[in-house]
């Protein structure tokens, strides 16, 4: 990665009308209706973008889309990039540096994940207030990494915390059921067996999921504020576990949705 490659990318999307996005957000599986809440949209598709990735999951659509949202410029990711697709750290992170090359000034972050917590219930929504890296490397173990900011990047509260009491209060007022917790990084795209629930219990872990920490390491690297929620479409029990079902998890994300997109639009308006 170089910033040529970054300079090439954010004058394609400039050109298309992308102007000082003030909020990046990127969605996670089966989150991807907040896009019909922007208005005067304006979408790129990942495949013309200048060294972007390309989503490889059925399920992820590829396209950043730019637009108005409670009366701030965003910029949404809707599809993003895992490490089991075989992309390296550097390009599951690339659009979020590209988003902050174009403007922004916060980052918002979903995900689908597996409860882990006994006491947390599929449907629930879970801010993450800190996580475990499990995925066996960083998006900053590059050789020109100090071009981008330093190389040794403190993490001891990679979560925003003005923004995580902001959507507290919202869940609050909202009667929305908010769980707070840790989250696993993990590989994938293989489920997890039970003794791995078992010791992802035993180190901490609330609930564990494939993606997010990349971009939650960048973005601190880029001292981008950030906040990230998971949608828990499962309950990984490992005394009661039961095969998975993708249709049922996506089932479960779409149901859970509208809080989710709730609590993202009250947010940017109190921003």
Do not use: W
Not at 30 to 47: M, N, S, T, W
């Amino acid at each position: 990665m170089t910033k040529q490659q970054l300079n090439e990318s954010t004058d394609y999307l400039k050109s298309k009308g992308f102007d000082q996005p003030e909020i990046g957000i990127v969605l996670g599986s089966g989150l991807g209706k907040l896009v019909d809440e922007i208005d005067e949209p304006i979408i790129a598709h990942y495949h013309n973008i200048p060294y972007f990735p390309l989503a490889t999951v059925e399920f992820h659509t590829g396209k950043l889309i730019y637009g108005i949202l409670e009366g701030k410029k965003v910029v949404v990711m809707q599809g993003r990039f895992h490490i089991y697709e075989g992309y390296e750290f550097t390009d599951i992170t690339y659009p979020v540096r590209v988003m902050h090359h174009l403007g922004i000034a916060r980052l918002f972050v979903s995900n689908a994940a597996g409860a882990i917590n006994p006491d947390f219930r599929k449907g629930d929504l879970m801010l993450i207030e800190d996580h475990i890296n499990f995925q066996g490397g960083s998006p900053l173990a590059f050789k020109n990494v100090s071009e981008f900011g330093e190389r040794f990047v403190d993490m001891c509260e990679p979560y925003d915390i003005e923004m995580r009491a902001i959507i507290a209060k919202i869940a609050s007022e909202e009667q929305i059921s908010l769980q707070k917790g840790i989250y696993a990084a993990v590989v994938g795209p293989q489920l997890e067996t039970k003794a791995e629930y078992r010791m992802l219990r035993t180190l901490g872990a609330d609930a564990v999921g494939m993606s997010t920490v990349p971009e939650v390491i960048v973005a601190n690297h880029l001292r981008l504020p950030i906040i990230a929620l998971s949608v828990l479409t499962d309950e990984c029990d490992p005394d009661n576990l039961q095969p998975i079902d993708i249709q049922e998890i996506l089932k479960i994300a779409g149901l859970a949705e509208p809080k989710l997109i709730k609590i993202f639009k009250e947010l940017i308006k109190r921003l």
